[in-house]
């Protein structure tokens, strides 16, 4: 049997990244590991908003860090004692599989199926998609179709996006 030691898991607020991250969770404590939770936040895109809001990078890093922090609450909370943080910038399709697997040392990733409509994923292609391709370890992809319609996220990220805003 695998016996992971340092789990990496990508989050973005999404429902299907919670599922992934309760996910890892479990398989942190099960196997006694080291759990790194990342968020990347996808700077190709701040270049054209920026020209009309020059706050966003600010809100996007204030929600990363809170959305973290309610993450790292939770995993301790469930009994996970070594739990990292990572906030990075770029592309989460070039960052995660390749930058955080070095830096973290991760023998698995975990991470949700999607997060894209279909239409996205078409075009551009999935973050999961590209971690699944590109990393040198073992990679759990949590399915998320079979999210019951009554799962409540424990880190709600609304509230998160409206205390960033708020901050300001």
Same mark, same amino acid.
Request: proline share 3%; glycine share 10%.
């Given at each position: 049997m695998v016996n992971y030691k340092n789990i990496l !898991?990508?989050?973005?607020? /999404?429902r299907e990244a919670e599922w992934a991250f309760h996910t890892a969770v479990g398989a942190a404590k099960r196997n006694?590991?080291?759990?790194? !939770? !990342? &968020?990347? !936040?996808?700077?190709? *895109?701040f270049a054209s908003v920026e020209a009309y809001d020059r706050s966003i990078s600010d809100r996007a890093n204030a929600f990363a860090k809170k959305l973290l922090d309610g993450y790292e609450e939770v995993a301790r909370e469930k009994g996970v004692t070594d739990v990292d943080k990572i906030i990075d910038?770029? *592309?989460?399709?070039?960052i995660i599989p390749k930058k955080a697997v070095e830096k973290t040392g991760a023998d698995v990733i975990v991470c949700g199926s999607s997060g894209l &409509?279909?239409?996205?994923r078409f075009i551009v292609? /999935?973050?999961s998609e590209a971690i699944v391709r590109h990393a040198p370890c073992d990679v759990l992809v949590v399915r998320t179709e079979t999210i019951p319609d009554e799962f409540e996220p424990v880190v709600a990220t609304d509230e998160l996006l409206a205390e960033a805003k708020e901050e300001e």
């Open positions: !898991i990508a989050v973005d607020g /999404s006694n590991a080291k759990l790194t !939770i !990342i &968020n990347v !936040i996808d700077t190709r *895109s910038y770029g *592309s989460p399709k070039a &409509n279909a239409v996205e292609g /999935s973050v």
